[in-house]
């Protein structure tokens, strides 16, 4: 077990909004339940990442860092070297969003861009990794000690549960670090609280593989707008958690996605990144398995593209 107490001095406690239109708006369309939303989008770095980056940085007994990342992490990263005077290279795919690249940079780290049509993340690390003196291999879900950062995020909801009466979980999904960490948070705390996975509909590599009982990848990194999801399979540390931990995976279309940024905008004034509205997504999409529940949703980050955003929100 990791000693957590630092990774709680370190992290923002998660924000949590009821907002009374958004309820409405919920109710309009026929799922009159009360919604909790949990944000971390005012978390260090703008995404639950940090949790995660801090943790495995400040347990890591090397004084390099390199991982690969579309940004959340990497940015998280980076800032936790800063923080712990170590340095760190994140390798991203040239595509990522430019808010996140300049961001990663901003933070002092070192940024490889790369085709990912022509190399893939794991080969540009692995090379790095090389050439580099006392580097540690960080990946930005399956690791111990991202999980352990991550289920900082499940103690807090369990100290959460009798005040907000929520009953119930839904958590964006990708490589399966964060609902990973939060059903193991949740667990040390006593809670049995059901906690449910929404992943894109494009990158829905974590529906198949819990329904088949063991990991199933992707083919290509997936082209969803939901960036933070666009992982190949669940990590293997994540899914020893996720087969039995999680009560579903809901898959999430690119559509509803999108409305559901829109709505977090609109209603609860709350800027989220596409793979942060992936929760509130999957209620609209499985509303009927709501009805007459108390969800709370997880909104992991809101660092997105301005271009990109006002696209979202502009649209219809």
Same mark, same amino acid.
């Given at each position: 077990?990791?000693?957590? +107490?630092?990774?709680?001095?370190?992290?923002?406690?998660?924000?949590?909004?009821?907002?009374?239109?958004?309820?409405?708006?919920?109710?309009?369309? $026929?799922?009159?339940?009360?919604?909790?939303?949990?944000?971390?989008?005012?978390?260090?770095?703008?995404?639950?990442?940090?949790?995660?980056?801090?943790?495995?940085?400040?347990?890591?007994?090397?004084?390099?860092?390199?991982?690969?990342?579309?940004?959340?992490?990497?940015?998280?990263?980076?800032?936790?070297?800063?923080?712990?005077?170590?340095? #760190? @290279?994140?390798?991203?795919?040239?595509?990522?969003?430019? =808010?996140?690249?300049?961001?990663?940079?901003?933070?002092? +780290?070192?940024?490889?861009?790369?085709?990912?049509?022509? !190399?893939?993340?794991?080969?540009?690390?692995?090379?790095?990794?090389?050439?580099?003196?006392?580097?540690?291999?960080?990946?930005?879900?399956? #690791? %111990?000690?991202? !999980? %352990?950062?991550?289920?900082? /995020?499940?103690?807090?909801?369990?100290?959460?549960?009798?005040?907000?009466?929520?009953?119930?979980?839904?958590?964006?999904?990708?490589?399966? $670090?964060?609902?990973?960490?939060? !059903?193991? $948070?949740?667990?040390?705390?006593?809670?049995?609280?059901? *906690?449910?996975?929404?992943?894109?509909?494009? %990158?829905?590599?974590? %529906?198949?593989?819990? @329904?088949?009982?063991? !990991?199933?990848?992707?083919?290509?990194?997936?082209?969803?707008?939901?960036?933070?999801?666009? @992982?190949?399979?669940? $990590?293997?540390?994540?899914?020893?958690?996720?087969?039995?931990?999680?009560?579903?995976?809901?898959?999430?279309?690119?559509?509803?996605?999108?409305?559901? *940024?829109? /709505?977090?905008?609109?209603?609860?004034?709350?800027? +989220?990144?596409?793979?942060?509205? /992936?929760?509130?997504?999957?209620?609209?999409?499985?509303?009927?398995?709501?009805?007459?529940?108390?969800?709370?949703?997880?909104?992991?980050?809101?660092?997105?593209?301005?271009? =990109?955003? +006002?696209?979202?929100?502009?649209?219809?």
């Amino acid at each position: 077990m990791f000693d957590l +107490a630092p990774v709680r001095a370190a992290v923002k406690p998660t924000t949590i909004i009821c907002s009374r239109r958004l309820d409405e708006y919920l109710s309009a369309i $026929g799922l009159a339940v009360p919604v909790v939303l949990a944000s971390e989008t005012f978390q260090e770095t703008g995404s639950f990442k940090f949790r995660a980056a801090y943790a495995a940085a400040f347990h890591s007994p090397h004084r390099q860092l390199l991982t690969a990342s579309s940004g959340n992490f990497g940015q998280a990263l980076a800032l936790a070297a800063r923080l712990l005077g170590k340095d #760190c @290279t994140v390798v991203m795919p040239d595509n990522s969003a430019r =808010v996140k690249v300049e961001a990663v940079r901003g933070f002092g +780290a070192t940024v490889d861009l790369i085709d990912t049509g022509a !190399i893939s993340r794991k080969a540009r690390v692995e090379a790095l990794a090389a050439k580099l003196h006392d580097v540690d291999v960080l990946s930005a879900y399956d #690791c %111990a000690r991202v !999980i %352990a950062g991550n289920s900082t /995020l499940g103690e807090e909801l369990a100290a959460l549960i009798d005040r907000h009466k929520f009953d119930c979980v839904i958590a964006p999904m990708g490589g399966g $670090g964060l609902t990973a960490g939060i !059903i193991q $948070g949740l667990r040390r705390m006593g809670s049995q609280i059901e *906690v449910f996975a929404a992943e894109p509909l494009l %990158a829905n590599d974590g %529906a198949r593989s819990i @329904t088949a009982g063991t !990991i199933i990848a992707n083919s290509e990194e997936p082209a969803t707008i939901a960036d933070g999801a666009r @992982t190949l399979s669940l $990590g293997k540390n994540n899914f020893a958690i996720l087969k039995d931990g999680l009560a579903a995976v809901i898959e999430v279309d690119d559509a509803m996605i999108e409305e559901a *940024v829109r /709505l977090l905008y609109g209603l609860a004034n709350l800027k +989220a990144e596409p793979t942060g509205a /992936l929760a509130l997504g999957a209620l609209l999409v499985a509303r009927e398995r709501f009805h007459e529940r108390r969800p709370l949703l997880v909104v992991s980050g809101g660092n997105v593209d301005s271009a =990109v955003y +006002a696209r979202i929100i502009n649209a219809n």
